[in-house]
């Protein structure tokens, strides 16, 4: 079950690998047993899909692994992931490489 509290990462991607015939499709080949015991997809649309995670506090983690899944899948290179917490707002892409934390407090 998951929280008001829970995280939400966000994924957009310009359009869908020709192999795929929609985002039904894309979340019948991502969701497995792993995914399913962390997140839980509350959106999903031509062009993104939403996940609430389950322990917020593996969110890095948890978007370098879907990261790896949508790229296996052959999601473009312009599809990205992105997700507010309390370090502020994070945004990766799809090959894995951070573009972008701001509001992060530097020591």
Known sequence: MLTNAALVVDVAWPELPRELSGPDELVDQLVDADLQER???TAVDEH???L?????EEAETFAADLADRL???G???RTYLSWRDDLGLHRRSVTGRRIATTARRVA
Do not use: T
């Open 39 to 41: 997140a839980g997809i």
């Open 48 to 50: 993104g899909l939403a």
């Open 52 to 56: 609430a995670l389950r322990r917020p």
């Open 71 to 73: 790229s296996a899948l």
């Open 75 to 77: 999601m473009p290179d």
